[in-house]
C-alpha cells in the first residue's frame, strides 16, 4: 500500500525521460498525445515509506488510435472500377477488377504504426459499377430514325442521347433492361443525325451511367416507289 509508481516519458530534445506523473494504480492513462505521434514511456516503483526507488521498466513504445476516417464517398463509377475518397487525410482509392452492373458496400478505416493500431471505421457506402456498353444500331426512315441495341446484363434502363450540333443531348431515358429499341420521329428528311446510348443502373434511388457508345449517324429519307423501299421503315 506504500507503493506508488512515478511515469516518465521521453523528451526528444533534450533526449532524457522527463516525470509526467504517478498513480498508486497499475496503470496509467497518456494523455495529449497528438494522433500521429508516437512516445516511449518508463515506470519506476516507488516506496514512500522508506523513500526507495526501484529501478524503471524497458521502455515501452506508446501510440493513439488514429482519428476516425469520416465523409467515405464515391468519386467515380465505371464498368470494372469504383474510386472511392475520404477525410481526414485526403486519400483516394480505386478498386479495379470488378464485376460490371454489380452492388459493391465499403467501410474504411485507418491504422498507425501497426496494423493492428486500427480507428473506427467509417460509415458505409453502397455503389454499383456501371453496366457495359450496348451494341447500337441505328437506321433512317421516313421522317423518322430507329435506334436498336442489345439487351446489357444488369442495367435498369437506357439513356438515348442525340446531337443537336453543339453536344449530345439527353434525347429519352427508356427503364427496363428487355427494352432494346427506340424511334426518334418528327424530323426532317434528307438530314443526318447522330445518336449515342449508355446503359444505366439504378442504386440508392440515382441513376449511375455507363460509357455512352461511339457514335451512330443515319439519314432520314422519305418512303418512295424505288428499290430503296425494301431497305426503310415506317
Known amino acids: ?92 482509392y480505386t478498386d479495379i477488377n470488378l464485376k460490371a452492373a454489380t452492388t459493391y458496400r465499403y467501410k474504411v478505416r485507418a491504422y498507425s504504426f501497426e496494423n493492428t493500431n486500427c480507428g473506427a471505421f467509417s460509415a458505409e457506402v453502397r455503389t454499383t459499377t456501371t453496366p457495359a456498353t450496348p451494341a447500337l444500331t441505328v437506321k433512317g426512315g421516313d421522317e423518322r430514325v430507329r435506334l436498336t441495341w442489345k439487351a446489357v446484363s444488369g442495367a435498369s434502363g437506357y439513356y438515348v442521347y442525340c446531337y443537336n450540333g453543339a453536344s449530345y443531348q439527353l434525347l429519352a431515358r427508356i427503364k427496363g433492361k428487355s427494352t432494346v429499341k427506340y424511334i426518334h420521329t418528327g424530323l426532317t428528311n434528307g438530314t443526318t443525325y447522330s445518336y449515342q446510348i449508355a446503359s444505366f443502373r439504378i442504386i440508392n434511388s440515382v441513376d449511375v451511367v455507363g460509357t455512352p457508345t461511339a457514335a451512330k449517324a443515319a439519314t432520314t429519307l422519305r418512303i418512295g416507289h424505288s428499290s430503296l423501299k425494301a431497305t426503310l421503315f415506317r
Open 1 to 92: 500500500d506504500d507503493v506508488i509508481f512515478y511515469i516518465y516519458k521521453f523528451d526528444t530534445p533534450t533526449q532524457t525521460y522527463a516525470y509526467v506523473g504517478k498513480t498508486s494504480e497499475k496503470k496509467y492513462i497518456c494523455k495529449d498525445l497528438k494522433a500521429t505521434e508516437s512516445c516511449y514511456y518508463t515506470v519506476c516503483a516507488y516506496n514512500e515509506k522508506t523513500r526507495k526507488q526501484g529501478f524503471c521498466t524497458t521502455p515501452v513504445l506508446v501510440y493513439p488510435l488514429p482519428a476516425a476516417v469520416t465523409n467515405l464517398k464515391v468519386d467515380a463509377n465505371q464498368t470494372k472500377s469504383i474510386q472511392l475518397s475520404w477525410n481526414p487525410v485526403q486519400t483516394a
